[in-house]
């Protein structure tokens, strides 16, 4: 079985332009996270999908900072405008069950790491 | 709010020694335990997890995790570590309730042959 794939692997931009990264996970996965891991620190959640609709998103900075989840499988998290401290390894996880359900293990991808000069 | 708690943020132990990573949390409740793995350019690995019952539990790669409700740690620990255990550590807890984790700023140990 094919695990989250994640691209690119890496990424250096200069602040004020913008970026997006695309995520794959787990074929039939039903919830979708994105993480951004700052370096020194554990990731902390951005987002999280059920499918194609948003559970929550409340660490989002909205003001930069977009996702989607078409169709319910593949996700793209995008920054516009990048600013310096946005340099962080953004991870995407997927789950399989629905959140209702109970404890679902995470599997996470290689992570896209952003650099921005 | 709950929080994560990883004491150590560098170890260094020697091949073959025995080796303890602490982690303590901040929770109403007994949340989800979890132990995480992260090698240089990879993803995070699950270790091990605690739901409930026996506080002793035992996880891939050797590792084991005790959990003591009275000092909210879970502590992770392998009896002889090789020198491909060498890298970052990451405890979380989920309240059960969402299925979201929230992560510990991590361990990283270095192993000296």
């Known amino acids: 079985e094919a695990g989250v794939a994640q691209s690119p692997r890496y990424k250096i931009i200069e602040k004020r332009q913008s970026v997006a990264f695309w995520c794959n996970p787990i074929s039939g996965h039903a919830t979708l996270y994105w993480y951004q891991q700052i370096l020194g620190q554990g990731p902390k959640l951005l987002i999280q999908?059920?499918?194609?609709?948003?559970?929550?998103d409340s660490q989002l900075p909205k003001d930069r900072f977009s996702a989607e989840r078409l169709k319910g499988v593949d996700s793209t998290l995008k920054i516009q405008p990048a600013k310096l401290e946005d340099s962080a390894v953004y991870l995407c996880?997927?789950?399989?069950?629905?959140?209702?359900?109970?404890?679902?293990?995470?599997?996470f991808g290689p992570g896209t790491r952003l650099t921005v000069l | 709010a709950q929080s994560v708690t990883q004491p150590d943020i560098h170890i260094t132990v020697s091949e073959g020694a025995s080796l303890e990573l602490r982690c303590n949390y901040s929770?109403?409740?007994?949340?989800?335990l979890f132990w995480y793995v992260q090698s240089p350019g990879q993803g995070l690995q699950l270790l091990l997890k605690?739901?409930?019952?026996?506080?002793l539990v035992q996880g891939i790669k050797g590792f084991e995790a005790e959990f003591k409700r009275s000092q909210s740690s879970f502590n992770l620990r392998k009896p002889s570590v090789h020198w491909s255990d060498a890298a970052e550590y990451f405890c979380a807890v989920d309240p059960g309730t969402a299925s979201k984790l929230t992560f510990g700023t991590g361990t990283r140990l270095q192993v000296t042959l």
């Open positions: 999908f059920q499918n194609n609709g948003v559970v929550d």
């Open positions: 929770y109403g409740a007994t949340p989800y």
């Open positions: 605690y739901f409930s019952g026996d506080t």
């Open positions: 996880a997927s789950s399989k069950g629905l959140i209702v359900a109970g404890y679902n293990e995470q599997f």
